[in-house]
């Protein structure tokens, strides 16, 4: 089997509850956020199950984002893998990934349970609590199994969520490295501000290979204040910064993309650095939105979507916005809209 685009991450399920201001001050979370669970946030997950309401969704920043791809490609363009437990759990992922598309080829690791996030919803903000579990178990002898090292042979385009690099750095730097050397498109997304301010380690490891990173206004502020740059809420001139650092493959450009909510996606590109695009956003009204849980993914899964399908890149950041425009109009990053014709 050829696929188009390889993904990979931390698969999740998600457990989406509304109403949870009394969650927040229990287990003083932020309102926006996402984290790491400690040992104080261990009961989050029977208490929402027992106490709240809970929306069961496919979750996982990359499997999102993978989902969306192959939500606008053709079927078996988009495989996606990471590290499961073999339970209940991963079942519900696995068929949530069949009914939209998604092709998996996960390690399973035995005697641990599959990964879970606490989605606590307040308004239009969401927080997020991660018990990584099998997760951070993913065995970097995976990528060259006679199960998986076709497919990444075969692919395109390799998209990996920045959470992966709280435990598999070694593993995206093996991908990353093929597909710079053999011209092939990366793209990391950063996903969270603390990965962009704790990790930068690994994330300066990777950036040599990286030709698109995918980023919110957040992100893009911890990345700014963890390197020391002057203005971190400027968000052209922290793109520029990380377009311009260090590229393995110099034939491509390495684009920049920070989304900002309702504002303007920008878009810098290493070639053009002190030139920035500005992608507008259809505003929604308040009372449209529904769920804010995934749009960030939802805007990548698209754009890597019509990147496989060689649209230009003001093409792939519009179709970005039409799949976070979709997400965001219903609970959790789910594509139920009738099959549009986005690209």
């Known amino acids: 089997m050829t696929y188009t685009v390889f993904c990979m991450g931390n698969p999740l399920l998600d457990l989406q509850v509304t109403g949870g201001e009394k969650l927040l001050e229990k287990y003083g979370l932020k309102a926006n956020d996402a984290i790491l669970a400690e040992e104080k946030h261990a009961e989050i997950y029977d208490e929402v199950v027992r106490d709240y309401k809970v929306t069961y969704v496919a979750g996982g920043a990359a499997q999102n984002a993978a989902r969306g791809a192959a939500y606008i490609l053709p079927p078996k363009s988009v495989v996606y893998t990471g590290c499961v437990g073999n339970d209940d759990l991963a079942e519900q992922l696995k068929a949530a990934n069949a009914r939209e598309g998604l092709d998996d080829v996960y390690f399973v690791k035995e005697g641990v349970k599959t990964g879970a996030c606490a989605v606590v919803i307040t308004g239009h903000h969401r927080s997020l609590v991660t018990t990584l579990r099998a997760a951070e178990k993913f065995d970097i002898s995976h990528l060259s199994s006679p199960r998986v090292a076709p497919l990444i042979d075969a692919a395109k385009i390799f998209y990996v969520e920045g959470y992966f690099l709280t435990h598999g750095t070694d593993a995206v730097l093996e991908i990353s490295k093929k597909a710079s050397e053999k011209g092939k498109i990366f793209v990391l997304n950063l996903s969270a501000p603390f990965i962009a301010q704790f990790f930068t380690g690994q994330l300066l490891k990777i950036l040599p290979y990286i030709d698109y990173l995918i980023g919110n206004e957040a992100e893009a502020e911890a990345w700014a204040s963890a390197n020391g740059l002057p203005d971190p809420k400027d968000l052209p001139a922290v793109a520029k910064a990380l377009a311009q650092q260090p590229k393995s493959n110099p034939t491509r ?22 030139n920035y695009k500005t992608c507008k956003v259809n505003a929604l009204k308040d009372e449209e939105i529904v769920d804010t849980n995934g749009a960030g993914d939802a805007f990548a899964g698209g754009f890597i979507g019509a990147l496989a399908a060689e649209k230009s890149l003001d093409e792939a950041i519009e179709v970005g916005h039409t799949l976070g425009t979709m997400c965001v109009t219903q609970v959790g990053p789910q594509y139920k809209w009738p099959k549009v014709k986005v690209l």
């Open 253 to 274: 450009d390495r684009v920049v993309i920070f989304t900002h909510g309702a504002d303007a996606t920008i878009a810098v590109s290493s070639s053009d650095p002190d």
